[in-house]
């Protein structure tokens, strides 16, 4: 127990009720960030958290507490006290007793405490936001999150403190009438590199004015993705640093030739993670598969479908013969006609793969998929739905490319 380095705090789930949210894997504000497995604690009192856990762990670097109950003043201040070297932290949703508002004062020993941390992650809609002036000037990575009632004041208090120190922000926030005062603010943070936005819709009028020159790793998770400015137009700079583009979108639909056209001004990309959780068909499929067989520079590529898509030969010709500087290819799910899928797959890779490695993650069947024979350039990931989780035949687990393993 001294040496673990990790630690995930949560309340249990009620009887019975499966949330996918709350699975190890997607936990915390930032969702890509994949906890261990054995790092997560279940608890719905914070003093067991404080009294009887935190005494024993004094290695521990990186803390995440979720809807727990019983806090006090003095219960933040003991995190500091007992964790001399925290460096990650994460606060969604603590309360006292009564559901009552923890006092300012409490965060405020708690920051003056933690002067080492590093990542700080935050979500309490009903609290006076002002405390957030507060955060540590060593924090490099920030994880807000905005709903409704997140006023741009808020957001002002912590670029005013953090304007040069934060390098990662994931800004998550929910559409309405202050947001182009809030994206006024984000582009102050200067030394910005990393950027993760999570909206219901980002228009690009608001967008562009993102544009960080340091910027390298950009991430955004869009309901729709029908980008455009108030007068219809359709303009954006160009990402000339961004070396790394993830691309989630949630549901709703997708303007081919706007996401064709976005996809354009990102000259450098050498990563593209693309996650669609909405049904793909032709011709829309075919349309979007070509933008990104445009990108001649990508070195990896990531592809995840939450429905069955159509990976036809021509599907993987028009990507692999396009991308001849691409090394990594990784494709889920994949549903049905998985030796089909695979077969196609070899025989392109033998025309045009040249170094190229490819992983399909594979869900049906277990004894069925694994009779499917491949090649030393291709790797396949088998549903085990008794781990829940990707697993080669050896039992190694598959590496979820919208994820990120941080922690």
Known sequence: MASRKVLVVRTPLPYGIIDSS??????????????PRNAIIKTKCADILLNQILVSLPNLTTLCIHDLNGFNEENLHLIADRLPNLRNLWL???????????PNRAFEMLFDKLNGLQTFGFFDDCRDHSILSRIPISV???????DL??????????????????EKLYFKYSSNAQ???????????????????????????????????????????????????DDNSFTLPQFTNVKT????????????????????????????????????RNPFFQ?????????????????????????????????????LSLRILRIGIVYNDHLSVVTNLINVMQEFGGQLKAELYLLGNLEQTLGIKTN????????????????????????????????
């Open 22 to 35: 709350y699975t190890p894997a997607n936990f915390a504000m930032d969702e890509r960030i994949c906890f």
């Open 92 to 102: 969604l949703g603590i309360y006292s007793s009564d559901f009552s508002i923890i």
């Open 140 to 146: 490099k990575h920030l994880l807000l999150y905005g």
């Open 149 to 166: 009632r997140f006023p741009v004041r808020t957001l002002n208090y912590i670029v005013d403190r953090l304007h040069n120190s934060v």
């Open 179 to 229: 947001t182009q005062g809030l994206f006024d603010c984000l582009r102050k943070f200067r030394n910005l590199n990393s950027l993760y936005l999570c909206s219901h819709n980002l228009k690009n009028s608001k967008f562009a004015i993102l544009h960080h020159e340091n910027l390298n790793d950009l991430s955004v998770s869009v309901h729709t993705f029908y980008w455009k400015n």
């Open 245 to 280: 583009l993830s691309i989630h979108i949630v549901h709703g639909r997708i303007n081919t030739t706007r996401f064709k056209t976005f996809l354009a001004h990102f000259p450098a990309l050498q990563i593209l993670n693309f996650c669609v959780d909405l049904p793909l």
């Open 287 to 323: 349309r979007i598969m070509k933008a990104i067989s445009s990108l001649t520079s990508l070195k990896e590529l990531n592809l995840k479908f939450a429905f069955e898509s159509e990976l036809k030969r021509e599907f993987f010709h028009l990507l692999i013969s396009n991308l």
């Open 376 to 407: 030393d350039n291709i790797e396949l990931y088998h549903y085990h739905t008794t781990r829940r989780g990707y697993f080669t035949f050896n039992f190694e687990r598959g590496h979820d490319f919208m994820q990120r393993n941080e922690c």
